[in-house]
């Protein structure tokens, strides 16, 4: 079970918003610890989608954004794309654990 | 252009060490605030912190393995090695090793490796 809880799936038609969440605890998201967002297509590395709660890489579309309140993190993806069908995944880092952690991902699917 | 490659045996067996090299290029591991980690991922499942070294060779390592866990760098080669002891099928898994930036975040990761621990 992980630190981090995500939902398993959701899903979208293409165009539409998707949210994908990301529950923590008092010890790292509601700590004030930063969550960052990765997306992991199949068959290759995670990529940082989301740094510093709502902060894009150089590259990465303004279509995913990221927020982050009390002991919750968001992504927020608009006009989905069928290239956005894959495995999204939070990370941040706990106190009590001393160590740096992730979410069980949560995989998109576009319809 | 910032790169990280990791090499070592694909194939353990139980009982055994794992040694896993994490090759960079693009950035030094001797500039302040900069770290690399590893990271494994177990075939449909999450990814797991395992170890992090930082530039001032500062060591953390997750709680769970800490026991096992060895994390070294040479800063001549740009290289970061990790040592995992008593390999199990368990710890059947893709090793990843990433930089550490924007705080604590891993920007950038190599392309991993498929670790497989059977006899």
């Known amino acids: 079970q992980s630190v981090l809880t995500q939902p398993p799936s959701v899903s979208g038609a293409p165009g539409q918003r998707v949210i994908i969440s990301c529950t923590g605890s008092s010890s790292n998201v509601g700590a004030g610890y930063e969550v960052h967002w990765y997306q992991q297509l199949p068959g290759t590395a995670p990529k940082l989608l989301i740094y510093?709660?709502?902060n894009r890489p150089s590259g990465v579309p303004d279509r995913f954004s990221g927020s982050k309140s009390g002991t919750s993190a968001s992504l927020a993806i608009t006009g989905l794309q069928a290239e956005d069908e894959s495995d999204y995944y939070c990370?941040?880092?706990?106190?009590?654990?001393?160590?740096?952690?992730f979410g069980g991902g949560t995989k998109l699917a576009v319809l | 252009q910032f790169t990280l490659k990791e090499s070592g045996l694909t194939l353990v067996n139980p009982t055994q060490t794992l040694t896993l090299t994490c090759t960079f290029s693009?950035?030094?591991?001797?500039?302040?605030?900069?770290?690399v980690g590893w990271i494994r991922q177990p075939q449909g499942k999450a990814p797991e912190w395992l170890a992090l070294?930082?530039?001032?060779?500062?060591?953390r390592y997750s709680p769970s393995l800490r026991s096992r866990l060895t994390i070294i760098k040479d800063t001549s080669k740009n290289e970061v090695v990790l040592t995992m002891t008593n390999m199990d099928p368990v710890d059947t898994a893709t090793y990843y090793c990433a930089r550490l930036n924007y705080g604590d975040a891993f920007d950038i990761w190599g392309q991993g490796t498929m670790v497989t621990v059977s006899s």
């Open positions: 510093g709660n709502n």
């Open positions: 693009g950035f030094s591991l001797s500039i302040a605030g900069v770290g």
């Open positions: 070294i930082y530039w001032d060779d500062d060591k």
């Open positions: 990370q941040s880092y706990d106190s009590s654990l001393s160590a740096w952690v």
